[in-house]
Structure formats: structure tokens, C-alpha cells
């Protein structure tokens, strides 16, 4: 029977001190910064999510204690358990609530990424999505990310609406985490309607930050580019 120290044991042993120093300043560690205190093993995401895999079957509250460790990698590996403990179809309801009542461990953006569509927005696609709009005026970073990364899960099924709603909340988003992400959203929409995106952007561009609207644009050809960086 696997345990929660077998899944911190072989987190550690794939650990590597090297990675471990250029992840922590990856990620901004240092005072002041925003992932500031964060403890890094030097585990890759794909060795993570194989050993996270293998650890599907421990009991939600033992993940939730994962879930709360100072270490970076262990707390991906809960959030991957969760993912992959939501996907199976069982649980989903609390699985939803224990993401949302824990997500002040969820406090990075590469956290955010690989879980908040997959929980979050894949258990709100058909209801109420009054909760990411509380998300949005939250003053945590994270919790504005998981409103809006949460809205890749219906961008991937061809629903635009919600992410143009909480995109135009950000437009003026301080903080490039906030200002990165709806660009990249946008991005994700028009990759699928390239009409669509641009008809957004032709009413919001002169609105948003140019972080937002360099990575909204980035696929699209030099010319066309220029043309919205020159307004």
C-alpha cells in the first residue's frame, strides 16, 4: 500500500540541487517577489506528473495535507492527484470544494495552470460561474489567475463568452501574472475563431496593457502585429 511518505520519498530522490536553485529563481523566490519562500526539490513537471500517476488511489485528505507542504513539487504532485482523482468522475463535487477551500496553497502560477481548468472550469461548464466573478475583485494574484485560467476549459469547448467578461475586468490588471494570462487566453480563443478574438480586440485593445496584448497577438503575422502595437 503507497503512502504519502513513499510519494515524498521519491519526490526527493528525483530531486536535483541544481534545477532546484534555477527553479527558485525561476519562479521569484527571492524577498519581495511573489513566489518569495517558496522551497524547490529540482523535480521536472513530466517526472512529477508519473509519480503523481502512481499515487492517484491515496485518500483526498492525505493529498490535502500534500497539498499544504512548503515544498513546490509536493504540492504540484497533490494538485496532479487531484486532477487525475476529478477525472475519473467520482467525487467531482468535492473535489471542486477542496480546490476552492485550500487555494491559498495554490500560490504559484505553474499550480494554477495545470489544475484550475481541469477542476475548476471543467466542473463549472454547466453551472452558475458566480464564483470565478468573486475570484476576480479577490486582492490575491492567484485567486484572479484561477478565474481566468479557469475559462481555458470553455474556451477548449468553444465558449468565449466568460472569458471575454473576466478579460475585460482585467484589462488594467496591475500585475503581469494577471496581464500574461489574458493574453494568453485570448490567444487560446483565437486559435479557434481568429474573427472572434479580433473582434474583441478591436474594441479593448487601446484598453489594455501592452504585456495583455503582446501575448493576445503573438500568433498573428508581423504586419498585423505592428498595426495593433502602433494602434
Same mark, same amino acid.
Given at each position: 500500500?503507497?503512502?504519502?511518505?513513499?510519494?515524498? !520519498?521519491?519526490?526527493?530522490? *528525483?530531486?536535483?540541487?541544481?534545477?532546484?536553485?534555477?527553479?527558485?529563481?525561476?519562479?521569484?523566490?527571492?524577498?519581495? @517577489?511573489?513566489?518569495?519562500?517558496?522551497?524547490?526539490?529540482?523535480?521536472?513537471?513530466?517526472?512529477?506528473?508519473?509519480?503523481?500517476?502512481?499515487?492517484?488511489?491515496? *485518500?483526498?485528505?492525505?493529498?490535502?495535507?500534500?497539498? +499544504?507542504? *512548503?515544498? +513546490?513539487?509536493?504540492?504540484?504532485?497533490?494538485?496532479?492527484?487531484?486532477?487525475?482523482?476529478?477525472?475519473?468522475?467520482? @467525487?467531482?463535487?468535492?473535489?471542486?470544494?477542496?480546490?476552492? *477551500?485550500?487555494?491559498?496553497?495554490?500560490?504559484?502560477? %505553474?499550480?494554477?495552470?495545470?489544475?484550475?481548468?481541469?477542476?475548476?472550469?471543467?466542473?463549472?461548464? %454547466?453551472?452558475?460561474?458566480?464564483?470565478?466573478?468573486?475570484?476576480?475583485?479577490?486582492?490575491?494574484?492567484?485567486?484572479?489567475?484561477?478565474?481566468?485560467?479557469?475559462?481555458?476549459?470553455?474556451?477548449?469547448?468553444?465558449?468565449?463568452?466568460?472569458?471575454?467578461?473576466?478579460? !475585460?475586468?482585467?484589462?488594467?490588471?496591475? +500585475?503581469?501574472?494577471?496581464?500574461?494570462?489574458?493574453?494568453?487566453?485570448?490567444?487560446?480563443?483565437?486559435?479557434?475563431?481568429?474573427?472572434?478574438?479580433? %473582434?474583441?480586440?478591436?474594441?479593448?485593445?487601446?484598453?489594455?496593457?501592452?504585456?495583455?496584448?503582446?501575448?493576445?497577438?503573438?500568433?498573428?503575422?508581423?504586419?498585423? !502585429?505592428?498595426?495593433?502595437?502602433?494602434?
Amino acid at each position: 500500500m503507497v503512502t504519502i511518505l513513499d510519494l515524498k !520519498r521519491e519526490l526527493k530522490n *528525483k530531486g536535483n540541487a541544481q534545477k532546484a536553485k534555477i527553479l527558485q529563481r525561476f519562479f521569484k523566490t527571492g524577498k519581495g @517577489e511573489y513566489g518569495y519562500g517558496d522551497v524547490f526539490l529540482g523535480v521536472t513537471v513530466p517526472e512529477i506528473r508519473k509519480i503523481s500517476k502512481k499515487y492517484s488511489g491515496l *485518500k483526498l485528505l492525505e493529498v490535502v495535507k500534500l497539498l +499544504h507542504s *512548503k515544498i +513546490h513539487e509536493e504540492r504540484l504532485a497533490a494538485l496532479l492527484i487531484m486532477v487525475n482523482k476529478f477525472q475519473t468522475g467520482k @467525487e467531482k463535487e468535492l473535489i471542486y470544494q477542496t480546490y476552492l *477551500k485550500n487555494k491559498k496553497y495554490i500560490n504559484n502560477w %505553474d499550480l494554477v495552470d495545470l489544475s484550475a481548468e481541469k477542476i475548476i472550469g471543467d466542473y463549472l461548464y %454547466d453551472k452558475p460561474k458566480d464564483i470565478l466573478y468573486k475570484l476576480t475583485k479577490s486582492k490575491s494574484v492567484w485567486d484572479r489567475r484561477i478565474a481566468i485560467i479557469a475559462t481555458f476549459n470553455f474556451i477548449k469547448n468553444k465558449r468565449f463568452e466568460e472569458t471575454f467578461k473576466i478579460a !475585460r475586468m482585467f484589462l488594467n490588471d496591475e +500585475h503581469d501574472l494577471i496581464q500574461k494570462a489574458v493574453g494568453w487566453m485570448l490567444r487560446e480563443v483565437g486559435k479557434r475563431d481568429l474573427k472572434t478574438e479580433e %473582434d474583441f480586440l478591436n474594441k479593448n485593445y487601446k484598453k489594455m496593457t501592452r504585456t495583455t496584448l503582446r501575448y493576445a497577438i503573438e500568433r498573428f503575422p508581423e504586419k498585423k !502585429r505592428k498595426q495593433y502595437l502602433s494602434g
